[in-house]
Every structure is written in C-alpha cells, then in structure tokens.
C-alpha cells in the first residue's frame, strides 16, 4: 500500500482526491492537513465521505507528512514549493495541483503568481505531469508539478497536430502555429471553494460571461507546454469562460490549416497518437462531446471537426475539471510513480446523467 | 417627484430597488450610499443599469440624506435603527428591508438578532409593511418594517382562513391554529450578495438542502404577523429549504381544517379576500403555480387544493423575493405613504420563460 | 457471473443500470433491448460508456433474455406484466423497476395506471423490493416490483417511527398515523428521458413548481408501504415537487408526535433500526442533508429533527433518485437474490461537487 | 394604435412578444392564432400574462387577420411566407421572427430548410430587420425578416470592422475577411418551445456541448449579412454551443487584424460607430459582459478586446436571444415602420440578478 498524505484538503480538489483515493485498492490514506479545520473529521465537512474516510483534518505542523510515500499539495499557490525540500530529504515524493512547479521559467512564474520562487533547484528536477507527454520522466519523478485544468484540455487537444514526429512525416507544420485561438469554458467549481460573489449561484447562474481575457495564468502554462511539444515557438489566443455548472471543461480549439496539414487525414492522426492512451477518447468523425459524457471520470474525450467552407481545424476537448483536470491526473501520476497500472483507482464510469 | 434615498445599494435589494425605481414615473433617485464603493458609479458596479441610472455611490457620511423624502435601508440589520432618529427628525420618511422594524418585541428581536434594540420607541410606531393586511397605517407611517421574503409568502398564504372575519363568518376557527406548517423553497439570492461558500454555484448548484430547521429569524415574524391576523396564538413549523435557482419563494403552506373549515368554499373564501388586490393573483381551482410566472414583478400567486383523501389545506404561494418580497414591495409601501396610486412603477409583466 | 439482460436501456433508469452494471464484478451484461434503437451501439447513445459496454441494443423479439438469469425491465410500466411468465417459465428472475409488481391491489392499480393487469397470480408471488423492509423476501423471490423512487425515501423516513416493534416498545402509536405530510422535491430526471415540454431546461430551468398535487401515482404505493409496515391504516399528503436539478430527491416528512411519541428519543430510535443497514445513514443530531451528499451513489441519508416549539417529528431524507431509487435498488435485489454480498459492484463513493 | 397580430403565439419567441406588447402604449393586441389550442386563453398557458393579456388564441383560420395593421409570424420556417401574399394584398405589414424572409438567394434558403421557397418576389422586396444596418430601408418596408438570435449578435459585432467606411478610412481592410471565428453560446430557449430530448433539463442541465458544428442554418445568414455589410466576401467559422442557462447569448469573436487594423483605435471606432444607437450599448475598455446584464432587455452590450501578446481582434458580445435577438427586435423594427419613436414599449431594466 502506497502511504498517501494530502496537505489543504478542503478546496474541491482535495475532496476530489479523498473520493477517489478512497477507491483506490493500493492507497492508503495517512494524514489530511488544514490549518483551519484542525480536529474535525473529514466526513463532516463533506458528508458524502461518510463511512469512508475515517481521518480527521490535522496541523499541518503535527501531521505525519514524512512518514508518507507520497504527499499532495491541493494548496493555494506558494505552498508546495516551501514544503517540498524536507519532504524530499525525508524521500516522500511530491505531487503539487497547484503552479509551484509547472512554469520552468521562474520569472514567469513571479510575474503571473506574484511571488519569487521558493527552490528553483527543486524546479529544475520537478516533471510536468501530462502522462500522454511525459509518461516516462513521470514514472522516474520525485517532484511533479501537475498540469491546470484548462491547459492539460488544451494540449491534449493540439498535440497530434503539434507533435514533432507528425510535423517531420508531413514535412513541415500541420497548422499555423502564430495563430492558435483555445476559446475554452469551465464549470464554477474551477474557481475553488473559496467565499467569493463572482462565483455565487445568484451571481454565475443562469448567466454566462468571460473572464481573465487581458491574461490568465494558464497562459503561459499552455504555450510552455505547446512549444514543448513543437519544439518550436507557439503563440495562442486563450479565452477563458464561465459557464453555469458544476463540473467539466470544453474547450474549443481552432488552428489555422497549413497546405500541408490539408493533405492530412486529421482524424487518423487523432486516433493514431492516442491508441493505447487509457484516458484520451478520439471520438469518431462528426462526433460532438459533452462534458457530462466525462463527468467524475479520469477520461478526456476528443472530436476532430473540419468545419465546412473552412481552412480550419477544430478540434473540441472535453474533461472533468476536478478528475483529468486535477486530482484524477494527480492520482494517474501516482500510479506511474510506484509502478502500477496506471489506470488503478481510476475505472470509474462517467456519471450520465 | 419624490426625493428617493437609498443606503446601501451594493445587495440584491438594492440593486433591485434601483431596476424599479429607474422605472418608477414620480420617483427621483437623490443619492444612494455605500461605504465600501464610494465614488464608484452604481452602473459600474451593476452594468445592468448602464444608461438607466448615473449616480454614483456616496460616502454616508456626506450624503444629502436628510434631504430626500423617503430613505430605503437595504442593508444589513441593525443600520436603519442607528440612522432612523435623525432622518425622521429632519421629517424624512424610512422604509427598512432588514429586520430593524419588525418584530415589535425587543426582547424576541434581540434574541434573533443577537444585538439590543437601539430605538424601541421608532420601533413603537413603525408599522409592518404588508398592504394586504396594513394598508390604512402604512397610508400614514412615517417608519416602514418591510416583511421578509419567506414571512410575506407565507403570511398571504394563511391570510384568509386566518382572518378574524372569516372566522367569525363560520362560527369558529377554520384550520388548526397550532399545528400550521410552512415548507418553502427560496433561491439563492434570498441568501444576499455576500462572499460565502454555502451559496457559492458550486455548492449550491444542482443540488437541494434544507437549512436552519432549528429555527430560522423569519419564523418569529411569520408567528407574530399570523397572531395578528388571527387576533389569537398562533403554533407553526417553518422549513427553509435553497433552491438551485436565482430569484423565487415557493411556499407550501399546509393547515389541517376543522369541522368548520371543511364546510367552507374555500376558493371562494381565497378569492373574495384578495378581491382588488392588485399584487395578489388567486388562481382558478386546480391550478399549480411556478417561481417563474412572477419574476421579476411585484405578484404573488397563490393557489388552494385539498389534498386527496385528507382534511388538510394546502396552499400554494409563489413571489419573486426580490420584488413582492422585498424592494417591490417596499416601492408598493413608498406608492401608498405619498398618495400615489398603488401599483404606480410596479407594471412589469413577468418574465417567463 | 450472472447472466443480465435489460430490457428498455434507452432511458435514465436503464444507463444507470448499464453504469452499475459495468462496475459490477460478479455481472455480465448479455443483453439490452430496444425496440427504436435496434442495432446501435449503446456507446453510441450513451457516450459515457464508450469503452465499458460493448453491446448493441437488440431487437426485443431477438434478444436471448430467456438465456438471462435475472432480467431488467426498465420499460414503462405494463411491458413487464407482459413478458414476466415467459421469462419466468424459462427460469429468469424478473426485477421491474416500474410499477408492474408494485401495488398488491390490482383494482388500484388500474385505477392509477389505467390498464388492467396481465398477471394477477405473478403479482401475489412478487416482492416489493425494498431491502430494509423486505430483506429475506427478496433473497427468496422470482419477481421484483421495485420500489419508485419518491417511495423509497418515505417509506424510509417513516419506517422506525411506524415500525410495529417501535410501537409495542413504546405501549402505543409514535406518532398521528393519519396525518402524515411528505412535502418531496425531485430533480427533472425523475421525469424520465422523454421528449416533453415541462421539463425541458427553457421550462424547469431557474424555476420551481409542485406537480401532481391532485393525486400522484406514487401516492397508493407510499400508503401501502407504509401501511404494511405499521400494520395499520396510514393516511398522508404527498406533495411532489419539480426541483432545476438532474439528480436527487430530497423529502421532508413531518409527522405529529403522539404523547408517547414526545417521550421517545427519536435520534437513537433511528440510529438503532439502520444499524448494519448498508445503505441508509442516519446522520448526527441537527445535521441537514443535501442530494448531492448521494449524487450517483446507492446511500440514503436521513436526519430527524424536532422543529422548535412544536409537536413534530421532522425527517429530512436525501437520495439519488436513479440509484437507491431505482437502479442502484436494482442491483442491490439482485444481490441479494444470487446470494451476492449486498453491496456488491455498489461502492460508488458520491460525487461532491 | 397599431392594432397588431401575431401568428403562432405559443413558442418562446411568441409569449416574449406578448410580454413586450403588453407594455406598449401604443399597440393594441387584436389577435394570437394558435391551431393546437384554439380557444384556450393565453393566460391559461402562460399564467405570467394573467391580468395582462385577455384574448385567447384563435383559429388560423378564422382569425381577423386581415383587419390588423402588422402581423408578426412567430412561427415555425415555412408558415409567413404561405400566408404574406394575402395580407400584403389586405395592407397588412408583415414582420417574420422565421427563416422565410431572411435569405435573399432562394437557393440557398432551400438548400438549408429543405423546401422551396413560396414567393420569391416577396422576398425580394422583403427587408432584413436589423435596424443598426437598414433602419431607413425598414422604415419603408412591407415585410420583414428578422434576423436570427446569433446573426444579430455576430452581425453587430463585426460591424464596425466591416464598415465599408471604416474600411476607406484606414485605406484597406482591417481585419482578415477570410478568417472569421464566431464562438457562440446560447442559453436553452434558442432552442425553442418544443418537445425534445436534447434540451430537457436532465439533458442539457450542468451539461455544456457544441452542436451544429457541421453545418448551422444561420451560418449562410450571418455571411450574407456581413458581405452586405462588407461589399465583399466574407468567410467566418461558426460554432454554436448550448449554455445550461435559459436566456441569452454569449459571441466570442476573433479576427486578424491586419497591419492597417493593428493601427487603429478599436474601441473609438466601435464607440463611434454605435454612438446613439439606442440598443447598442459599448462598454468601457477592459469590460467583460456577462449575459445577466441584458436579461429581459432589447439592449446589446459589446465588449472591444486585444487579447495580449496577438494580431487578433476580440468581440464579446452579449443579448437576451428572446428579445434583441427575436421578438424585441420585432417591436423595434415595428416602431420604425410604424413612424413611432424606435424605443416605445422597450424601456425595460434589465433583470439582475
């Protein structure tokens, strides 16, 4: 059993992690922090725990975090990164839902977090945990900076036409890369279980609007992440939106088709790069996904549209914000990292409806 | 042109008294306070009333107050009690949409509000702001309590085989007066604009809950205004409960009837009492009412069914919170106290879908 | 492995089972029908099972149900009286989860479904499946008449204060058994996966009404649970109402305390006739339930309350209409039916948010 | 008065109509044909027009039509253009909420709605109803197409980018024609009042999906509007998605800029271009609109953005699709036709929450 602790577990990435740890036939659960609600049992916070998870939050400052194999960080920005260096002498690996260790330029990470890193050395050595990119260095990892929900959405969805390998067999890009527009919408749990107005039910529903256009956080995570997989500069339009649910991302993604990337069988392309990927679904040509096909579960789901009269390709992603965005990548990662199936814990069924 | 002024127009409340008053034709918009946004232009803060209203917010210490003909306090409790004494001495007229002025015994109002009185002799001549049953004293009050949300659906509901007449009408008590149980279901927006997690669309979105069975501040409102009605004591259970929604109170309102009461056309009765009421709507035998069908105007609806089989009433009541059980009502009460007709301002068609 | 057929997938009930079903260890899907949908893969229909259920739907007159050991029907009601003897005949337990086996008195029955019924004598042997009533019955039983889903959480709610060693303990009735009020509120997917205009989102959406209030079908199955349980005559008011929600019913019982009742300790009464139950949690004194503390999970959640001030006995009841009110009650009779562990293929944790 | 009929007034664009009529001082509803429910008093199927619309819905046949001074068709593509020829011969002005009059190419109106076109010489002298394009054309016109719910909102903001004298100005083309992208998000009402699976709550509710991507009537609508806007080809991606919300649109709007483009002032341009335009409402820089804001009104609120660090253009714009997108946009272009000042009867606040 892998001995798992979990620091800040009461935002909805930490329940969402003791949901599905709970399940989980190879974990065990050790410690759960929260400065605040130190003593109350988890399952009274979340009453959908009841009868199966029988821990109480702890001190952060009392909590056995050492003696895990493995800690989770669902914490605000800032946390992971000035825990991480004794957890990792003590030989417990690190998993952090947050942005401590996912911008490897760590003056983007202060200008867009406000913050200066805590251990850029530390950095150096942390893995970004998209396994479809990733897998191996995943498994060889002791620090794992995990993917934000938007862009683990986003580059999924423009990896086969990006990827290195793809580009080289048709002979030179597929679409233009200068050019890329993500026009992306979250459910509100996406925002954190936070006291805020935007976010209340009188407020965001019924309604639907933009936000963060003059510049999210996630973008310079997802160009990061999409030059890495080019090998090549990308530049992208990221437009978030919020939409009057609970759970899910759909994220609607155009590129602009070079001649090249015309001639191509896009949706054989799609199917070809994520044969045998446990938590990609191409869907078959025309299809139009729903994020409540995914909802709960650890799959994102992938249709490839060429829309009529067009140059475009469009591409549309769905995933569960909290699952494939979050939490069900963390514990997807974890499963690399001690060596078992990658998909242990992870079989649930979408919830439909 | 009545001088309006408004302190603390950053709630719902407010902003909904600003979307009526915008449309009222003898109403003037003076100033409207708040001490967090002052300066802030109020369409700013709302863009719904871009075009429609130019104030900005003002400090409420240099707000021309005393100025106006009537002030509204859409704040939260205890602020109209401390601001009362002055605007009535300057001959200003107070209507209040927070608790400050209802419940005429100090010591229930302290118990509930958890704060002393600080003007029981206003409080002694404030009248309770419901026109279907105050409307000669409200003509000449120079200090409103408005009803709550749940305490006007609730007491329409009951008005009319509570009432004294009726009663005297039929030789006796109509319904069981101790045992009166009032199941209602309000959106989040009776929860007001405040930064908090339980009402957060991530909480309280697709999902339905009870909340402060254990004894809710609008529950020695409701007993107060029914013994009133009823001249006698008066026992009931109330049960809030939050709906996924935005606006709308539905309240189920169930009495067992006695002897007497079971021989009287109760249709009937409902009908004749709200006969002329031009914000009660009593709807044909049979009917179900829906949240939607009032929202966002100044109407309740209500319907009566005898239950199958049983010797119970039920009553059906639906009003916007916001409007006929707020700031609608509260415009109804300032049309009344300056002689204006009393619908004036108050002609929106409802919303539906 | 039990050989499972379904007959009608093409609704809620029916991709819940098939989402169960896929969970389940010991089940092996051999079959589903549909007449409209003949040759489709359910994955096609139903996204969500892409991956996780391979067959088609098949052609009710072709289909090897007879081959089954135990068959679903998740029809609409009077499909399954129709074909019960056959399968029966060929040895396959049967387990309707509409209302075909459900009401004892088939004079009732036609009077509320307005057919007559097909099988009397299959109906007199068949088993009301509800598991905390009916435990070892339904491990005995060929037919199951599932409970509905508004049944299942009052009868639940009612059953340790109505229950006959409940009352021989306390000399006498807990509460007035005749004057019992269900006031029910239900997500929109209890209306069934039907083209209809009431609950499209545009109608039921950002709205709340009560429905069926002159007479519910669910109506004569409550009072007869309810009867069978007391071993008395019942008589209650049942209020359905429609809440914007997918999932999820909550029901608020109330019920009058008799003077022996008001002696009683309720919450320990409660606590003590679940214990060991697997799937019904009685929560801590002056909890408050929400659905979504159940959404997709087979557990029901119960507080009892006792409203200030009165004589009432207030039981909040909280549960996924699609699983322990159908499909998940489903499986749990099947359980018990093939001498499975109770819980077997249900230990979905719930999914909050 | 203009004494206005309406046919088919039981849809979502109908009741809206009837709910802004009925505040119009200085229309007078004649007659509403429905040939379902003939007879039944509108206020009996829409119980918000209760006391507010009298008239029942009458025979198609027998309705006095031919008597009125403008007849709106909110009616199902196919049924204005059977029925114009007689009222135009009876001096009867049409409006058509419907496809009929919208596209001026009848084979293209064919090849979309799968019929042939009843009168192509109507057609041709028919007017397309968006008065911020033709108001002077509609003041003159006999018959209207009103646009539809998203060609309004992709029309309006494109339209000062297109602007032919916009263009001259710069001296060339600000934006790349060719490479258009409307991302576009409608609440659950655009759908319509029908029965349907798809837009059920339990379907559509805490769900988000595109649809149409291959192929949305509007897309040859919105083009032929934009060429005529432009003077030029024009070729634009559309993808329509459904919000889980009742009303409202959300476009998302991108464009390249060219170099002449990226030189001029946006917002000035768009702030120029609809300065006094009564429903065109552009906010300040920086502004995010959210489809609350609009809620139950005729205003259009348009948001100028330059999503940092590309050539692109970003319009986000938001309407409530019942009233500036369809019926709204019916009494305004009926107030131009009618000589009456373009706002009467459409000075409603918007509802927000």
């Known amino acids: 059993m892998i001995k798992v602790g979990i620091v800040g577990g009461t935002g909805y990435t930490g329940v969402e992690l003791l949901r599905l740890l709970a ?9 759960i922090t929260s400065r605040k609600e130190t003593g109350m049992p988890v399952a009274e916070m979340f009453p959908s725990l009841r009868g199966r998870v029988k821990l109480a939050f702890s001190d952060p400052a009392e909590a056995p975090l050492d003696r895990c194999d493995v800690v989770f960080f669902a914490t605000p920005h800032g946390v992971a990164m000035s825990q991480a260096r004794e957890l990792l002498a003590a030989g417990v690996k690190v998993i952090d839902l947050a942005a401590d260790f996912r ?27 998209l396994p479809e990119v990733n897998r191996e260095a995943i498994r060889k990892a002791r620090v794992i900076g995990l993917p934000g929900c938007y862009p683990t959405s986003v580059q999924l969805g423009y990896l086969p036409v990006l990827d290195q390998a793809a580009v080289a067999a048709a002979g030179g890009d597929l679409v233009e890369r200068d050019n890329l527009i993500a026009d992306c919408k979250s459910g509100a749990s996406g925002a954190g279980r936070k006291a805020e107005v935007a976010t209340l039910l009188a407020e965001a529903g019924d309604n639907f609007k933009a936000y963060s256009v003059t510049g999210h956080r996630h973008l310079p995570e997802i160009r990061q992440g999409l030059e890495a ?8 339009v990221f437009t978030p939106h919020l939409v009057p649910m609970v759970r899910g991302i759909f994220s609607t993604l155009y590129a602009r088709l070079t001649p090249a990337g015309r001639k191509v ?10 044969a045998g990927e446990p938590f990609v679904d191409v869907m078959p040509a025309g299809s139009m996904p729903e994020t ?5 579960s650890n799959t994102a789901r992938i249709a490839v549209h060429r829309p009529p009269g067009s140059d475009m390709l469009m591409v549309l992603v769905v995933e569960d914000n909290l699952v494939k ?4 990548q963390g514990v997807q990662a974890m499963n690399l990292m001690f060596g078992l199936p990658e998909g242990t814990g992870l079989d649930q069924v979408p919830v439909l409806p």
């Open 23 to 31: 399940q989980h036939p190879q974990a065990e659960l050790v410690a």
């Open 103 to 129: 911008l490897k330029d760590t003056a983007e990470f202060e200008r867009w977090y406000k913050m200066p890193h805590a251990c850029p050395d530390i950095l150096a050595q942390a893995v970004y945990g």
């Open 229 to 236: 997989i080019a090998g090549k500069p990308v530049n992208l």
């Open 265 to 274: 069988d896009l949706q054989a392309l799609y199917e070809k790069r994520f």
């Open 292 to 296: 409540r096909s995914v909802r709960a």
């Open 325 to 328: 965005g979050a939490s069900g």
